[in-house]
Structures are given as structure tokens and as C-alpha cells.
Nanobody, 115 residues
Framework: QVQLVESGGGLVQPGGSLRLSCAASVSIFSFNIMGWYRQAPGKQREWVASITTGGSTNYVDSVKGRFTISRDNAEMTLYLQMNSLKPEDTAVYYC?????????WGQGTQVTVSS
């Protein structure tokens, strides 16, 4: 069973930065696509960013130019660098990985942007 463990969340002031990490229990080469989702209080979970095995990336419009997704295959880790954070970025951030028809999720890490 695949395990994904997120870390790096916390409290940051508006305009600040955080880097989220997602450590996988297996080689991430096995995943067709990996990504980050987030869920704010009272809202549905939304897709934030994704990266394919080939390195192609996509972002939701609200984070373009501020967030960068990357993966380190040797370290079996997915990252999300978040810059210029805004209060509306406050949410629980989840790591996701898909291999064929199988989807795996992490437990989530809280990101709070507040002064």
C-alpha cells in the first residue's frame, strides 16, 4: 500500500513563503501524475497543481506565478514551493498520486496565512 506523508505546513504572514513536501513510500516513477490539492473550511477540495512523470506542470489560475511544483525522483518526494502567500491560500493541503486506476492521498498539512 502506497503511503504519502506531507510536511512543511504552518502559520505564515501574508507575502511569506512555505515549501510543502510529500514523501512517498515507493518510487515515484510508478506514478503517472502527482499533484497537490487543498481544502479550505466549508469548501470543497480543489486541485492546485500537478506534475507528470515527464515533468509537465499545470496550475490552477489562482496560484500561477506564485507556486511551483517539482519532484525529486531520487528522494521519492514531491514539493510545492509557495511564495507571495495570501490569506485565501489558507487550507489543508493534500498530496495526491495516481498510478493507472489507483489513487493515493496523504493525510494533509495545514497552511494558515494570517497576520
Amino acid at each position: 500500500q502506497v503511503q504519502l506523508v506531507e510536511s512543511g505546513g504552518g502559520l505564515v504572514q501574508p507575502g511569506g513563503s512555505l515549501r510543502l513536501s510529500c514523501a512517498a513510500s515507493v518510487s515515484i516513477f510508478s506514478f503517472n501524475i502527482m499533484g497537490w490539492y487543498r481544502q479550505a473550511p466549508g469548501k470543497q477540495r480543489e486541485w492546485v497543481a500537478s506534475i507528470t512523470t515527464g515533468g509537465s506542470t499545470n496550475y490552477v489560475d489562482s496560484v500561477k506565478g506564485r507556486f511551483t511544483i517539482s519532484r525529486d525522483n531520487a528522494e521519492m518526494t514531491l514539493y510545492l514551493q509557495m511564495n507571495s502567500l495570501k490569506p485565501e491560500d489558507t487550507a489543508v493541503y493534500y498530496c495526491h498520486a495516481r498510478s493507472g486506476l489507483f489513487n493515493s492521498w496523504g493525510q494533509g498539512t495545514q497552511v494558515t496565512v494570517s497576520s
